[in-house]
């Protein structure tokens, strides 16, 4: 099958039940989106399909053929870090970075609807991927640092 | 030795933070190998059963089966020579193995192996496996095990008493017969456990040419699972090597060495080539271990004005179904008995009786808090109590027992622990300063005339951290109370610090190399740190009981100040002046007043490398120093969490509207990772008193094995934390370093406890406050104030 992932088209040959993040991370090599649950809880296998997050743990591969895939690989455009990865260095928005990559594509989705957001809805956009370390609060304040980056002012 | 320039004290971020927002992490799964076999489990379904048949035939006939292992044909090769059990001097012990025997004792439990190219067909191959079992009893409640003789889960022993230790110290007799009053209370908590969101994986790879195991796993102490698996495979240390890669956290339940980790390496030895177990979620809620299951009958003599006079303690607690190695199971129990009394509040007399006893679950070893988050609930609790008793406040009361400074060094009534310095009663003052404590009436009533329920909880006292030999060691484990630190300079003047620590994401690798970089005097980016690794690493012992920092970074500063002055030395003979008459900053040596004289740490190295010759005889050749601190048995952090949080009469749900820490670690080494690890640590804890639980029922079925009912905390369920600090260092470590990374699982338990006890006038005595206990509870208040509604 041939995938879109990170504007690029690859292709694999994967077994018809193979999940789209096992294909991601043993097939193209993107080891970036995690297991954590698999089955769709914790957040871990997070990617961005078509722009909006989605478990790749709850999907085949095959469901993912004719979409874009986006991964924590593509993030900075190979430009180093973005300004939300940069962020999240600067806020210790990770510890032990397990749940980092499903976070910062959830948050990237969020913050390009949510410009200016509260810090009450950053905590909401990230209240479906766990963290056992942080406690969350570097990661919301890494997400309203971010968000402040972009040139949205306090709130 | 205080040489404090430069990095430390300063929140900088972590120093490879990068390449995680990248995806860039290489976690046991993503270690990229060659020619790997996958490893599935068929797992026992009963949780006490003698197994009747085992058929692995139609499995082995699957086209996909590299091979189907039993405990059987790994007996059959003696591959494991020596006994795989834990448990220190005292503890009963038995001949298990980490495939079963004929015998299950817990649901979960390993009982055959696959071997195929992939895990999906490793699973379809599981599932041909047939096993059919003979039920027996289960025993899921340790009262129940502690008193009963039948169908024991070992049979040889004739019960299911794993340990027994008892205490008395001090005038205890006295303490209760002359006491005013006396509160009296059975305590307990649920069981629960760490879920990092990694789980449990080992890449084994035994090389049959070579006789060498090379594992990658993400232990949190290498040298613990060295020692395990060299002694039970029966093999010299030096042929067992093991890396820890980036590990997506440990908590705790990544100490033991597991059956599933064993059986790895026992099945790359018998195919003779590498595999590789990933844990998924499902196994890490059947058999990773668990905690916090204690039943603790205390009993409190007070004087009258709220002093206590003497404290005794029953303690049980629920071992599970074998002795993990290498801890054995008894760590809880025991913390429990001792730490209690060590915790900050003077005791001057104490009694305790511990009975750790198996049951029918996974096994009970060590997660962040240890028994402190339990035993922080029975002493704030039965202060409060004494204060209900005696109509003194809850402040003053916590504040007649805390420690003084005049009272340093207090050595506690179980006679192992010194405790040296602290901020006990200060930090009582500051938190419930902040939290506005004395007006907090005034807020109840406020919230009471709008019908809401708002109580506040606070928790105070010390943890014993940094643990030496006195605890594993000298008990008969071999688990290291020490750490070391090897430092080399390369010959272009680059920093390495080896370290036998492993990271988990508290940040320890960046906390080390801010010490070696102002010990040595050196930009910090000139400088590596590397860890986790047997073949590099001087002797260690891991990431446990909050040491990492105390420790690894005592051992970074002796050895730092060991290599400052052979550069010294080397620096002196070359510019022909006496070593007190240099600078050594920023990378160069100079002569004082004279920068023009600058050598680099480039100059040195090459020297020290390539023409020892020309320095003198008493030089030794090439830079490379270690050391190793030999800590006392424990140091001692405090700290307070006070809490104002609000119970919904209707759902028993808990809001909080403040939430204040005061904490006190020693000296800061990195104040960004310090309130890291208080936010998570508070964090786990509300998870663990509100949310998390690992449920049995009475057959011993695991009845929370996914996250759809072993609840972990969201973004939702933390609070926003007030944190102040105080610093008293110790006088044991370098700069005064105390530990950090529990305090906020320890204190945040009774802090929700005490809260929701005020909050609706009510006792609480176990810490499991989900909705539908503290809705118990409301209809517990209902009654007492004579019914109506809420």
Known sequence: MTLAVNGEQRTAEVEDRKLLLDTLREDLKLTGAHPGCEHGVCGACTVLLDGEPVRSCLMLAAQAEGHQIETVEGLSGGNGLSELQQAFVDNLGLQCGYCTPGMLLTAKAFLAENLNPTEEQARDAISGNLCRCTGYDGIVRSILAAAAANGGGDR | MSRVSGYVGKGIPMIDAAR??????????????????????????????????????????????????????????????????????????????????????WVGEPVAAVVASSRYIAEDIAELIEVEYETLPAVVDPEESLATKDTPLYEEWGNNLYYHQDFEGGDVEGAFANAAGVVKRRFSAQRHTGTPLETRGIVAHWDGALRELRLHANWQDVFLARAVISKVLDLPQSKVHITAPDSGGGFGVKLPVYPEELAACAISIYLERPVKWIQDRQEDLLGTSQHRDLIIDAELAHDGEGKILGLKAGILSDAGAYGVPARGNTVEGMMAAEDIVAAGHDIPAYAYDLNVVMTNKPPTCVYRGVAQPVTIFVLDRLLDEVAKATGIDRREVRRRNLLSPDRFPYTCMTGNYVIESGSYVEALERALDLIDFDNFEAYRAEMREQGRYVGLGISCGGEALARGATWYGVRGLPISGQEGCTIKIDSYGNVHAQFGTTRQGQGIETTLAQLVADQIGVDIARVTVGMGDTAVSPYGAGAWASRQATLGGTAAVMAAGKMREKLLRIAAFKLECAAEDLVFEDGKAYVKGNPSTAITLEDIAHSAYFTASELPDDIEPTLEETAHFDPPSATFANSVHAAVLEVDPATGQITFHRYVVVHDCGTVINPMIVEGQIYGGTAQGIGGTVYEHSVFDQQGQPLATTFMDYLVPTSHDVPKIEMAHIESPSPYTALGIKGVGESGTVFAPAAIATGVADALGVEVNRLELNPSKVYELLQQANGANGGGSA
């Open chain 2, 20 to 105: 995680f927002t990248q995806g860039r992490g290489r976690y046991v799964n993503d270690l990229p190998f060659s020619d790997l076999a996958q490893i599935a489990f068929a797992r026992s379904t009963e949780a006490h059963a003698r197994i009747t048949r085992l058929d692995v035939s139609a499995a082995r006939e699957h086209p996909g089966a590299i091979a189907v292992i039993t405990a059987a044909d790994l007996e059959g090769r003696g591959i494991l020579v020596n006994r795989y059990w834990g448990g220190w001097r005292g503890t009963a012990t038995a001949d298990y193995f980490p495939l079963a025997r004929g015998k299950v004792r």
